[in-house]
């Protein structure tokens, strides 16, 4: 199990201090955005305008949330070290971050397609389906893909996925940044060379979760303060340069480009000076969450209100993006921070309690 150091210690609090976790959450803010943007033109295609372009570019958000996954974990794991019930303790927290604001849209999801079904455009209720995406276990839907019934929540699989994989190695009181790093990179190589179909394979041998070892290996430069800013840029030119080549020479990488060059760039940008832009894309960040998983019904709905009305496509996207990130970051405010809350009180008062307390 690898020590923390109080060398350690004082670097992530320099981090904090120095603002450069702050780069890191605005990060996040911007990797919900282009999530946002491409569903928003996609839904301006199907509903208000059949020649509209989609922005496809956008959809490499979600592995770039990967990589910032995967630095988190790394940073907010490390004071659990050397803690008997560090594990435990991780998960705990894990579940209290997730689980409570996608549950409450899950049930949104449910009650919808149960009320209007023609409001649901590409989900119908099932109930095994259901069961299977409240406990997070990869299922298909009706039409063939590895979703929950909130679509978008096929990206928490892979999430919940790699929470388990690393508890299980702090549990098992191995280093779980090699160990992790390990199993993902030995189940993409095995779902290589077998052709699995079943959807909990498909999760946990998937490309995907390569972007986790790439944010853990970040997490720890950062955490150990490994990279000169000419290294950074060094990393960043050659790195995206490879990927580049191998995209045009029709390699596959297993890795998205542009997540490999966000990721290849953040030693680099946490070097630069904090400013008050910096820390505003931080707070709307503390809210990428909620607008990750709100944005689909908010987006989708208001797409639809107002094509009624005739207005420009351009400016229903401009509309839909600012009225989104409003209502993401208000919701956050005053329903997901008090849930998260709650949900950690009592996660942390049952994880306190002995073995036949839990059982009485």
Not at 104 to 128: E, G, Q, R, S
């Amino acid at each position: 199990m690898n020590q923390i150091t109080h060398e350690d210690q004082r670097h992530i609090a320099n981090l904090a201090a120095a603002g450069k976790i702050e780069v890191v959450q605005a990060l996040r803010f911007f990797a919900a955005a282009m999530v946002l943007l491409t569903h928003t033109t996609f839904y301006l295609q199907e509903r208000v305008l059949s020649t509209f372009p989609i922005w496809k570019a956008g959809a490499s958000g979600v592995p770039i949330f990967f990589v910032i996954s995967g630095i988190v974990i790394v940073l907010a794991s490390e004071k659990l070290t050397n803690d008997s019930a560090g594990a435990a303790t991780f998960l705990r927290h894990r579940v209290a971050r997730i689980v409570p604001l996608y549950w409450l849209l899950t049930t949104f999801k449910v009650a919808l397609a149960l009320a209007i079904p023609a409001a649901v455009l590409h989900n119908h209720f099932d109930v095994v389906h259901a069961i299977k995406s409240y406990l997070f276990i990869p299922a298909f839907n009706q039409a063939g893909e590895v979703r929950p019934i909130h679509g978008v929540g096929w990206t928490l699989l892979h999430e919940m996925y790699f929470y388990l994989l690393f508890s299980l190695a702090m549990t098992l009181r191995v280093q779980p940044v090699p160990a992790v790093a390990a199993f993902i990179c030995a189940a993409f190589a095995f779902g290589q060379i077998v052709d699995f179909d079943g959807a909990v394979m498909l999760v946990a041998t998937s490309s995907e979760n390569l972007h986790f070892v790439i944010g853990m290996a970040l997490g720890l430069a950062l955490l150990c303060n490994t990279y000169s800013t000419r290294q950074a840029v060094f990393l960043f030119g050659v790195a995206s340069s490879a990927v580049v080549a191998a995209r045009l020479g029709g390699v596959p990488t297993g890795v998205d480009p542009y997540a490999l060059a966000v990721a290849c760039g953040i030693p680099l940008l946490v070097r630069l000076t904090v400013n008050r832009a910096t820390m505003l894309f931080s707070k709307l960040g503390e809210s990428s969450y909620s607008l990750y998983l709100i944005h689909p019904i908010a987006a989708s709905g208001m797409v639809a209100a107002l094509g009624k009305v005739k207005l420009s496509p351009v400016l229903i996207l401009i509309v839909v993006f600012f009225a989104t990130v409003t209502v993401s970051h208000l919701i956050h405010l005053f329903v997901e921070k008090p849930l998260v809350r709650r949900a950690r009180r009592f996660l942390d008062t049952v994880g306190r309690r002995k073995p036949s307390e839990r059982l009485a």
